[in-house]
Structures are given as structure tokens and as C-alpha cells.
């Protein structure tokens, strides 16, 4: 029988080992941070400290806000360790979805069978968003649990928009990393795309925090789109998140494009 | 009855190289068509072609009546393909891979997957990645024949089998062709060919040198002779030989025990006799390699421009 989205399925199947350790990897990151909140800014120290350091590197860090819940929380997970995660799991699978399938000669394969490219690219991209909404949604959920434990004052719903706009943001590298990985039909192209928009995503943010005569060039930052409002205190930041998925929905075509019109050759 | 294959002018570059240069085939249903020539032939990238991994440039093609472009996913499922270069990885077990295939391909008759499996002797239960050479190529084989296509179309199909297996296959091929079904066989092994084979196509250089029935080819008509003997000079088996019309590449040495080789082409049974006249301590009669047969027979054009790369 033809069964409904055999290559999204395949694809879940091959990857639940590495979902699994990226899971871990969140939740150690998550559970390490988070109880820090209460010893570290309990006698002030930890003003002090930032008052001594450069103002650039605070500014870069985010660290203004590190003595507040969501402050912290943001300068530590969201805005850094997340980010950081989910861009390098998202960009090893966008990679490995196309230009690593071809490469390693599965794609010839694959494409002979009864699927079209068409299906093969944009089911390997809802592959990678559901990946991404469970190492987000599992990250707002452990965020949430460990909020009130560790004196963090967030309010759950902002947990949540801040999750969504670390999910978007991650998922611009992914699915650069994909579009590349089909254009080009190379892995290590692909990989170098998707962390260089991170990269440079993050550099453009950090310029433009330090000072407001170059802040517009955080226009151009997907860092900037999902974070620079703050979704853990504003909540959640609707044309930010948009432009994101806009970014991601772009990719996703161009992909999708491209594989349908190049020549496999492994 | 419309052909399983044709191609008309078929030609495929990759930026300033030409693969394939103008190709006629044509394959009727119900057949089994080889497809021999050298590694770099066009082999592959013909099949390719077939399979809409990767576009013609110019020229067009048939298969099962349709254009392999507009076909799409529903004409592939008509089809089972190994490819040529076939690279199977993971950790996914054979069993779950088949099945994910049978999926998308589909469908497969309960029972046939675990059928053709005792057959070759794979196990199925077995990560990819465990799996030997051999094992993978098997894999290979099961997921183009479990849904009993219209067509096979089978790129150096039995690359790391071992002998055994080899001979399975080709019953496997047998079948097929009893069954109505049509194959399109690629190797660079000629007796496999000639086994398995109603027509056959030479490709060298992107083009067909050659093509026919398989006996009006003559492809077995060259051997490779190697002899060790006793009982005579050097002189004087060269001189045994020389005057036999089949022979070229000939070469005598050694004093005691003398070696010979050489290429006979045709008829054997004057060397033999020849040669039976002395103490025989080894003797070989193998097949060449598949380019030189080729080009022997029928690459004049390949013949030199081999011996200008060689220059």
C-alpha cells in the first residue's frame, strides 16, 4: 500500500536516536542554568560584578537584565545555550536532509522509488520543523517547571513565546542549511550555510546593541527579529516571529525548486 | 505492442563532457537487454537517464510508453531500479528499509520481501551498517524485485555477490523474463551477459559500437592463454606457434620451463593441439576484461584513441 508521508515518517524513524541525545542536551543545559537564578543574585554580587565589566560585552551578552528572572533566563538559555543547540541540530539536520542524502548515495535511491522530489523536499521539511517544535516545546515545558522552584518569576506564557521565537530562529538555519544541501548537493556547503547566517545573525545583533547609530543594521538579524523585543517579558513578538517563518517558508521553496530541476549524481 | 524502452537520439553532457552521444535503444517487453561495455561507457549515466535521476540534455526517451519526466512517481513505481553506485547506510534495520520502500513503491505481496530474502540469504533483521558489501548489494536486489515491476532496470547488479548468489540472480532474471516482465541488465562482466542475455547493446566511449542478438556478437570469441610447459627451447615452441593465424600478443620465455601467453582470437583448437604436443604444467584460458574485448571487436575509433591516452 502507499502509505501517507513515508519519507517524513523514515526520516523520524532514522533520526529518534539523535532527538533523543539533542533532548538531553537541552534539558541538562535547561536543569544546570536555571537553579543557578537564586544563589547567584542573592546578595548583589552579581550587579557588581557587570558594573565592573566592559559595557560592550555586556551589551553583546544581553547581560543588563541578568539580575531579573527573565533576564536571566534569557542572557543564559534563550538568547545563548538554546540558541546555540537548536542551531547546530537544526543545520545537522538541514544538512543531512538533501545534500547529505545525496551524498552518501541514498538519494538516488530514494528519488527511483514512487516519490516525487516535490514530496521528498517538503516532507523532509516538516521532518525537521516537528524535531524542532519538540526540542522548543520541551524546553518551554522544563522552563515552566523549574519556574517557580528556582524563584525565576516568569509568566508561562512568555515562556512560550520565547520558545516559539527560539524554534523560528533556529529553523532559519535549518532550512537555509536545507535549500543549500539541495542546490548544491554537498553536505559541508549546506552546514557552513545554515551556522553562517547564525553566526552573522548574531554578530549583526551584537553590533547593533552598542550603539543606537548602527541599530539598524539588526534589521537583517534573524537573532535580532526573534529576541531584540524580549519575548519573556513583552511576550510574544508577532512580525518578528513572522518574518522568521517567512525566512523559513522562503528557504523551504527554493529548496524544494532546486531539487526538483537538478541532476542527481551522488 | 509498444517497446518497454526507446530512446532516440539520446545525448547527455555534463558541462564540456559528452556522456552520451546520440542514443538509439530500443527494448522490447517481455525481454532481457544487456548493456556491456568499460567503466566511463555511459552505463550508468544512461540509466539514470531512465530512471529521471538526472535529465537528458537533448533526445528523448520512452519508458513504458511514457516520458520519464511527465511519468513522475507513479511511472517509478512500474519500475525497479539498483543503481550502480549502490550505498546503503544506517542503523535502520533491512527489514524497516524494505518496508519504507514498499511504502512508496508499493505493493509488495505479503510474504515476498522474507521469500526473496531466504533466497539470497540476507538477513533482514541486521542494521545496514552491519551488513557486509555483499549483504548490501542484496538488499538492493530485494527492494527492485519485491514488487515484481514491469520493468527492471539493474546497474552492475551483482557487484560483491559471490558466486553463488551470482547464479541465483540470474535464475532470479529468468524468471522475470518467463514472467512477461522486461530487463535491462548493465555489466561490465561478459559471461554474465551472455547468460542472462536475448540482446545486447556494446557502449564505449557514449556511444553503441555494437548491438544484436547475443550469439551474432562473438563476444566470446577472445581468450587470454597462459601455458607453462617443459620438454622444449623457448625457439622452439615460439616457432610451434607462430605460424597459428589466431594468435597475436604472443610471448615466449623462459629456458627449463617455458611460459607462454597470448590472445587467441577464434577458434582454440589449433593452439591446443599445438601445444599438447609438450609437457603441460599450467595452463589458463580466461576471459579478457571487458574493454579490451570491446575495443578488439569493435572499436577501431576506441582502439586508437586508447593507445593516444597511453602515449
Not at chain 1, 27 to 34: E, P, S, V
Not at chain 1, 207 to 231: E, G, I, K, R, T
Not at chain 2, 58 to 68: A, K
Not at chain 2, 95 to 119: K, M, W
Amino acid at each position: 500500500m502507499v502509505e501517507a508521508l513515508p519519507v517524513f515518517r523514515r526520516s523520524l524513524g532514522d533520526s529518534w536516536r539523535s532527538l533523543v541525545g539533542w533532548t538531553a542536551g537541552v534539558g541538562g543545559a535547561i536543569a544546570l542554568y536555571l537553579p543557578l537564578y537564586s544563589s547567584i543574585n542573592g546578595n548583589g554580587q552579581m550587579d557588581q560584578l557587570i558594573a565592573n565589566m566592559p559595557p560592550e560585552l555586556v551589551n553583546t551578552m544581553g547581560l543588563q537584565q541578568i539580575s531579573t528572572g527573565p533576564g536571566y533566563v534569557q542572557s543564559t538559555f534563550f538568547g545563548l545555550i538554546g540558541v546555540l543547540l537548536l542551531t547546530i541540530a537544526g543545520t545537522s539536520w538541514g544538512s543531512s536532509a538533501i545534500g547529505g542524502a545525496e551524498e552518501s548515495g541514498r538519494l538516488e535511491l530514494d528519488l527511483a522509488h514512487g516519490v516525487g522530489r516535490v514530496q521528498y523536499s517538503l516532507e523532509s521539511a516538516l521532518s525537521i520543523v516537528v524535531r524542532m517544535l519538540w526540542l522548543g516545546g520541551f524546553a518551554a515545558a522544563l522552563v515552566i517547571v523549574l519556574n517557580v522552584p528556582s524563584a525565576l518569576e516568569l509568566d508561562p506564557l512568555n515562556v512560550v513565546a520565547a520558545s516559539i521565537a527560539l524554534i523560528g530562529l533556529a529553523l532559519v538555519s535549518a532550512t537555509v542549511a536545507l535549500a543549500v544541501g539541495a542546490i548544491t548537493g554537498r553536505r559541508v556547503l549546506a552546514t557552513v550555510a545554515g551556522a553562517g547566517v547564525a553566526v552573522v545573525g548574531y554578530a549583526l545583533n551584537a553590533v547593533a546593541l552598542q550603539s543606537s547609530d548602527v541599530q539598524a543594521v539588526s534589521s537583517a538579524s534573524p537573532y535580532a527579529w526573534a529576541f531584540q523585543n524580549d519575548p519573556l517579558t513583552g511576550g510574544m513578538d508577532g512580525p518578528g516571529v513572522a518574518l522568521l517563518a517567512g525566512v523559513s517558508l522562503v528557504a523551504v521553496a527554493v529548496a524544494t525548486v532546486a531539487l526538483r530541476r537538478r541532476d542527481i549524481t551522488g | 505492442m509498444i517497446a518497454a524502452i526507446t530512446t532516440s537520439e539520446l545525448h547527455k553532457a555534463f558541462g564540456s563532457v559528452t556522456a552520451v552521444h546520440s542514443l538509439d535503444l530500443s527494448i522490447e517487453r517481455g525481454t532481457v537487454f544487456g548493456l556491456i561495455g568499460p567503466n566511463g561507457a555511459g552505463k550508468t549515466t544512461t540509466l539514470r537517464m531512465l530512471l529521471d535521476i538526472i535529465h537528458p540534455t537533448s533526445g528523448t526517451i520512452r519508458v513504458l510508453g511514457q516520458d520519464p519526466r511527465v511519468g513522475g512517481p507513479a511511472l517509478r513505481r512500474r519500475i525497479g531500479f539498483v543503481p550502480g553506485d549502490l550505498r546503503l547506510d544506517g542503523r535502520i534495520r533491512g527489514r524497516s528499509l524494505l518496508q519504507h520502500y514498499a511504502d512508496v513503491s508499493g505493493p509488495v505481496a505479503p510474504g515476498a520481501i522474507d521469500a526473496l530474502a531466504e533466497r539470497l540469504d540476507l538477513d533482514l533483521g541486521r542494521p545496514i551498517h552491519a551488513l557486509s558489501k555483499g549483504n548490501r548489494q542484496k538488499v538492493g536486489l530485494v527492494q527492485a524485485f519485491m514488487h515484481k515491476p514491469e520493468l527492471l532496470v539493474l546497474d552492475e547488479p551483482t557487484s560483491g555477490l559471490d558466486p553463488l548468489v551470482q547464479r541465483e540472480f540470474l535464475l532470479m532474471v529468468r524468471e522475470a523474463r518467463a514472467n512477461g516482465q522486461t530487463v535491462l541488465l548493465s555489466s561490465h562482466v561478459l559471461s554474465e551477459i551472455q547468460q542472462a542475455a536475448d540482446y545486447v547493446a556494446v557502449l564505449s566511449r557514449g556511444r553503441i559500437v555494437a548491438q544484436g542478438d547475443v550469439a551474432s556478437l562473438r563476444l566470446g570469441s577472445i581468450r587470454r592463454l597462459q601455458v607453462t610447459l617443459s620438454g622444449a627451447t623457448a625457439e622452439e615452441v615460439r616457432a610451434a606457434l607462430a605460424s597459428s593465424a589466431h594468435l597475436r600478443d604472443l610471448e615466449v620465455s623462459g629456458d627449463t620451463s617455458v611460459r607462454v601467453t597470448a590472445t587467441v582470437q577464434g577458434d582454440i583448437d589449433a593452439v591446443v593441439k599445438t601445444i599438447a604436443r609438450y609437457h603441460i604444467s599450467d595452463l589458463t584460458v580466461e576471459e579478457p576484461d571487458l574493454e579490451e574485448s570491446v575495443l578488439n571487436l569493435y572499436g577501431e575509433q576506441g582502439r586508437t584513441e586508447r593507445s593516444e591516452n597511453n602515449g
